[in-house]
């Protein structure tokens, strides 16, 4: 006998290098991105409602934002939902031509949201630096502007990548995960959405 203690070891070279959902790293490093963001988006949600509650009229001393470009790119946000899934269900079954039209969907709807956006500040009827107010309230939609457009580019990249790039079981997984955090783009939407264009018009 060598003296040597035996030790048990497990192959597991068989297994695959990748994995969608929970079972990847990547989409644990995007839940963790998504807290940050969320908590991010809660702080500056709860100072527009603190200043609210300070004041006896919302808006303060300017006319309430017009509904009708903050309601379309509500619309277009919920329609988007759509390729986003089908882009998602072709990664998670290896069909590169079905995420490359899907994909390019989803990056054209990102688009017109982000044009309609622009629109939206115009809508506001009030400055960032008129008051508090307007403060936070720009505050509040431009930095879910930076969020839309960090997105639009990753998913730009993204789909170019999808179509001039090499495409392994990796890069659909990429795919698959930039969907699934273009879910909490939308979820993210809707309650700002509200604070912004349905609290000022609730006494």
């Known amino acids: 006998m060598s003296g040597r203690a035996s030790r048990a070891a497990l192959d597991v070279s068989p297994l695959p ?52 470009w903050g309601t379309l790119n509500v619309v277009i946000m919920l329609v988007s939902a759509v390729p986003n899934e089908l882009t998602k269900r072709a990664a998670e079954r290896f069909d590169r031509r079905g995420v490359q039209i899907w994909l390019t969907t989803s990056v054209a709807f990102a688009a017109a949201f982000t044009v309609v956006r622009f629109f939206e500040f115009s809508a506001l009827n009030v400055r960032w630096d008129t008051n508090a107010y307007g403060s936070v309230t720009w505050v509040l939609l431009g930095f879910h502007t930076v969020h839309v457009l960090t997105d639009l580019l990753d998913s730009a990249v993204l789909n170019v990548m999808v179509f001039t790039g090499p495409m392994d079981e990796h890069r659909f997984v990429d795919v698959s995960e930039n969907a699934f955090y273009y879910y909490f783009v939308i979820a993210t939407w809707l309650p700002i959405y509200g604070v912004l264009y349905l609290a000022p018009r609730i006494v």
């Open 17 to 68: 290098t990748y994995a969608f959902g929970h079972r990847s790293v990547l989409w644990w490093g995007t839940m963790c991105m998504i807290a940050i963001e969320a908590m991010a988006f809660a702080l500056v949600i709860t100072s527009y409602l603190y200043l609210k509650g300070r004041v006896p009229h919302w808006p303060d001393g300017v006319p309430t934002p017009r509904l009708f």
